[in-house]
């Protein structure tokens, strides 16, 4: 079992940058690829961007590629997203979320076991 707890949103402008966190239980973290999604008032859940278990695999959603990266410290059970150039269009709430499989850097929330509560990005014009 992951408990994920994410941390780092805020109110920002638009242009600026905020870095999100998600901290894991639990000492099986290296064994989960992660991802980040979002869901948009009105909206559904979306895709952001996703890692795999070392690092070595990246994806993301095409409307976040060149501003958002992701990235993870195994030793601090931690997951990032560094989100440069936000526009008012990235306001949502983020989840992390953790996948069994590790090398699988997917998109398919399907895939994602473990969920965390989401914490707010608001970017103003």
């Known amino acids: 079992q992951v408990q994920l707890v994410e941390s780092g949103g805020g109110l920002v402008q638009a242009g600026g940058s905020l870095r999100l966190s998600c901290a894991a239980s639990?000492?099986?973290?290296?064994?989960?690829?992660m991802g980040w999604f979002r869901q948009a008032p009105g909206k559904e859940r979306e895709f952001v961007a996703a890692?795999?278990?070392?690092?070595?695999?990246?994806s993301y959603a095409d409307s976040v590629k060149g501003r958002f990266t992701i990235s993870r410290d195994n030793a601090k059970n931690t997951v990032y997203l560094q989100m440069n150039s936000l526009k008012r269009e990235d306001t949502a709430v983020y989840y992390c979320?953790?996948?069994?499989?590790?090398?699988?850097?997917?998109?398919?929330?399907?895939?994602?076991?473990?969920w965390g509560q989401g914490t707010q990005v608001t970017v103003s014009s």
């Open positions: 979320a953790a996948n069994p499989l590790r090398f699988s850097a997917t998109m398919n929330p399907n895939e994602y076991d473990y």
């Open positions: 890692i795999s278990w070392r690092g070595g695999s990246t």
């Open positions: 639990g000492r099986t973290f290296s064994s989960y690829a």
